[in-house]
């Protein structure tokens, strides 16, 4: 953990889930045993994003709603180096949905660490896509109209590889779900349920640690493709958490794309003027 | 966002060969270029009709025959944002001396249909030709008759289907036979027709013999019905037949291929499609990593991701898809990640005329993305400059560590060039201060990333997977580790750091290139796709006694000045020619120069000049 330490205090609110999943992605990567110069850390926009300067590792703070592109192109130009991004349920699931869509289905090979506290944190608690319907959020005085939106059901009908959920009370589960993630053939989907003390007075740190169970322990077997969407669509009495569906079948995107076959080197390593003479003759 | 217009674009396209007048760049002061001049000799052939009747494959394929019998060809297309029907052409003209340009009048219209015949029947000279396949075909109005009559225009009807249906052959066969009438009358051989269709049914014995059945016929067409017309072109150039024939995309994909680049990323949207398609067609054989994104913003994105784990990335886009992008571009400005977007211009506002050409974008270029930061903007003007620009873009940014945004147009990019040969041993790989030696990387500290003290704000950048301190690409604006830093000083001493780079970035560009005397009475100014036709008017007999000075410029920001305000001093006048509304070029080069530019000529109705129109309208302003 030392290795990963930075001398950065932390500046998250008293009893965010941003602490525990902090904690959960440096244990992770410790048990791994991967070497913070042999990781990319990539964040979007949002209180999570306060983690870039709070480690260690190679990092990239990029735009609000834009991280899974942004980790996706840096994965395919290596895909030695294990890229792992972290985004919330605001970016992830208004401003930056359609990356997360075409992220599922191309199945590129990174690990998605979801910071679901159900609300725009850092710009004080306005209501996401995922707030639950009829609650008072900033910018939303009587209530919001919309429907929320049940993202677990969303993302298993792009055919995803790999969901999990974890949440932020349970840094042991954490660690196990981003081991596996991160050792995952393609894109790996990871929904972090977190406490959000200041603006989220529904699901609270007390609500998560009533209403969560491991799913494993009661025998969920995450090959089953229809019973983990349903055991994770469905979240009114209790939530499944843990890995809720893996299948490691699915080849990522970069082993798809045929004109890689038969190619060793990443495109990191390929950069050098090219002799273009061969491809002239078809101009003649 | 939309893809706004889609073009059926296949194989060759218009371009404009550079030849043997390639232009040089001044090593300033010494800008003394000697003029050659001599009457270029040009003939124009339009082929016209409804997109997807053939019009593209009877250009293509005269294209084709006629570089490969010893001509240059400058090929211009014209076509709707609509995939069948419409009205589409496809102009040749043809020189045994350089030419890079299309006049507005031609000696030969062929028309597919009969629309062509009155659509385009004033675009023929004197003594034109039009060729048509309608059988019985009377001009129904007193104007159009009168034209014939008092223009000499030649009409000549082609019994295609008839021949066709003798033949047993599909209509598709329709464009050999037309091309095969248009190479009799241009008085070619028919065995090099043979050779280009051989390149193309050779496999195919029964499909080879109709074609050659098509050809023998339209020759016999030739001779039975058109005896008394021709088209005659000056003894060939052999010096043209080893030249290559491509469009500015065609060149500036071999451009990104040559530079090393080893990702591209792109969502459709005509006129930068055909790059895309280009370099995804290649794909297999150069293994490089293409992505059609879902977005322009995702193409942005896994360009900077890319290029910032370390190899070397591209998007391209066209105006609309380029706003879209315009954040990631500022995202790279803070973070210092090198970037190479290419933004084909078209008309705007809004969707505009997508498959029209236009130079509306620059002051977009240079001035989108919020916050200040610096950037380089170049433009390519033509084949030769689409691919030798390119590993320039890659070395800029990756030297400056700064986005680069490399500006092509709807005609660059379409345009059918006759090219030399690339040279493929003057680009050089410059990657600046990458630190890639294990050594070197073990003395890093996380703060040498931004350190704001590094020699003209270029910090040292090492790759992610790198055994060294880690640090963070910072979208905010941070310490030297790339730690969030909200303090004044901090803030003052990183903007002050980035924004070095732009007098050291603009002392490392060239000098743009001059071609004339050394002081000449009138300096004409421009950039881009206007280069070709600037050229070619200058070089013909009206201008060629006049002291008459270019000044192209390829780097469009920051700017050079020194040339540009030695000449101009001089200069009894300076004339600015651009393709848009507002000079915009002219405001940007006083912006930088402190002179005022009052002299333009512009263009702005979507068509590029033409060889008439630049002459008359240069005359006009000379007067």
């Not at chain 1, 995107?253 to 080197?265: A, P």
């Not at chain 2, 674009?9 to 300033?28: C, D, M």
Request: charged share 20%.
């Amino acid at each position: 953990m030392h290795d990963y330490a930075s001398p950065n205090p932390c500046t998250w609110c008293d009893g965010c889930g941003d602490y525990g999943i902090w904690t959960a992605a440096k244990r992770a990567l410790v048990e791994l045993k991967i070497d913070p110069s042999q990781v990319l850390l990539c964040f979007d926009v949002g209180c999570h994003g306060n983690m870039s300067d709070k480690l260690l590792g190679y990092r990239i703070h990029g735009l609000h709603g834009r991280v899974i592109p942004l980790a996706a192109g840096a994965a395919l130009a290596n895909s030695a180096i294990p890229v792992i991004a972290f985004g919330g349920d605001g970016a992830s699931f208004s401003e930056g949905v359609g990356h997360l869509v075409h992220a599922v289905r191309s199945n590129y090979r990174m690990t998605f660490i979801m910071h679901n506290n159900a609300n725009y944190g850092l710009t004080t608690g306005q209501a996401s896509a995922l707030t639950w319907q009829d609650q008072k959020m900033n910018t939303s005085p009587n209530g919001i109209p919309e429907a929320t939106l049940n993202s677990m059901d969303f993302v298993f009908s792009l055919q995803p590889t790999f969901v999990a959920r974890g949440w932020s009370g349970d840094i042991a589960q954490m660690t196990k779900i981003l081991t596996a993630a991160i050792r995952h053939r393609g894109f790996a989907y990871v929904d972090m349920l977190q406490a959000c003390p200041t603006y989220n007075k529904f699901a609270t740190h007390e609500w998560l640690l009533e209403h969560c169970y491991d799913a494993a322990s009661e025998g969920h077997d995450p090959k089953d493709f229809e019973k983990a969407r349903a055991l994770a669509a469905n979240t009114n009495e209790r939530v499944a958490t843990g890995i809720l569906y893996q299948t490691e079948d699915a080849p990522a995107f970069h082993e798809r794309l045929k004109s890689r076959e038969g190619v060793t080197t990443a495109p990191v390593e390929e950069v050098k003027i090219v002799d273009t003479a061969q491809w002239l003759k078809a101009f003649e | 966002m939309v893809p706004f217009g889609s073009a059926p674009v296949r194989g060759p396209e218009p371009s404009q060969g550079r030849g043997q007048s390639r232009q040089l760049r001044s090593p300033w002061p010494l800008l003394v270029f000697p003029f050659f001049f001599t009457e270029v000799t040009r003939l124009s052939i339009k082929i016209v009709g409804a997109q997807g009747q053939g019009v593209n494959s009877v250009g293509e394929m005269c294209a084709k025959g006629l570089k490969r019998s010893g001509y240059c060809v400058f090929g211009y297309r014209e076509y709707m944002s609509l995939i069948k029907g419409g009205h589409s052409s496809y102009q040749l003209d043809v020189s045994i001396d350089p030419v890079h340009s299309s006049t507005m009048k031609v000696d030969l219209v062929v028309t597919f249909n009969h629309h062509g015949i009155e659509k385009n029947l004033r675009d023929l000279k004197k003594g034109g030709i039009l060729l048509h396949q309608t059988p019985q075909w009377k001009f129904r109005n007193d104007e159009d008759k009168r034209y014939v009559e008092e223009q000499g225009i030649h009409v000549i009807e082609m019994p295609t289907e008839a021949i066709l249906k003798k033949l047993k052959a599909k209509p598709i066969l329709g464009n050999v036979l037309i091309t095969s009438v248009v190479w009799a009358l241009l008085g070619q051989e028919q065995e090099q027709l043979h050779e280009l269709v051989r390149e193309q049914f050779g496999h195919k014995t029964d499909l080879l013999d109709l074609n050659f059945a098509c050809i023998s016929e339209g020759f016999a067409v030739r001779k039975d019905i058109a005896a008394n017309f021709s088209l005659p072109l000056p003894k060939p150039d052999p010096a043209w037949k080893n030249h290559l024939l491509l469009t500015g995309s065609q060149a500036m994909g071999l451009g990104v291929i040559h530079a090393g680049c080893r990702l591209f990323a792109g969502y459709p949207m005509t006129p930068s499609s055909p790059l895309l398609s280009f370099i995804a067609d290649g794909q297999n054989e150069t293994k490089m990593v293409v992505k059609q994104a879902e977005d322009e913003i995702t193409a942005a994105q896994m360009m900077v991701g890319a290029m910032h784990m370390g190899t070397r990335a591209a998007t391209t886009t066209s105006g609309g898809g380029f706003d879209l992008m315009t954040e990631t571009l500022s995202f790279t400005g803070v973070a210092e990640i090198p970037a190479v977007f290419i933004l084909a211009q078209r008309p705007g506002p809004g969707t505009g005329l997508p498959t029209w050409t236009a130079q509306g974008d620059l002051q977009l270029a240079v001035g989108s993305g919020h916050g200040e930061f610096p950037r380089l903007v170049m433009a390519a003007s033509d084949a030769s400059d689409s691919f030798e620009l390119m590993p320039e873009a890659f070395n800029y940014a990756e030297e400056f560590q700064i986005p680069v945004i490399v500006l092509t147009d709807k005609q660059t990019a379409e345009a059918l060039f006759t090219q030399s040969p690339f040279d493929q041993t003057s680009a050089k790989l410059k990657r600046g201060k990458l630190v890639r030696d294990p050594k070197a990387l073990a003395q890093l500290s996380s703060t040498d990333r931004y350190d704001p003290a590094a020699p003209d704000g270029i910090s040292q950048r090492w790759l992610p997977g790198s055994a060294a301190a880690t640090y963070c690409a910072q979208g905010y604006e941070h310490a030297s580790d790339g730690s969030f830093n909200e303090e004044p000083d901090n803030a003052r001493q990183q903007m002050d750091k980035r924004l070095k780079k732009v007098e050291a970035l603009k002392s490392a560009l060239p000098e743009p290139l001059y071609t004339g005397p050394k002081n000449p009475e009138t300096l004409i100014v421009s950039w881009g796709s206007n280069r070709g036709v600037i050229l070619d008017v200058l070089e013909s007999d009206q201008f060629k006694k006049r002291s008459i000075g270019y000044l192209h410029y390829q780097y469009l920001w920051p700017l050079k000045t020194e040339s540009f305000e030695m000449l101009s001093r001089t200069a009894k006048q300076t004339v600015f020619v651009e393709c848009n509304h507002g000079g915009q070029f002219a405001s940007l080069l006083k912006l930088a120069s402190g002179r005022d530019n009052t002299r333009k000529i512009l263009k702005f109705d979507g068509r590029p000049f033409f060889y008439e129109e630049m002459r008359d309208r240069l005359l006009s302003t000379l007067q």
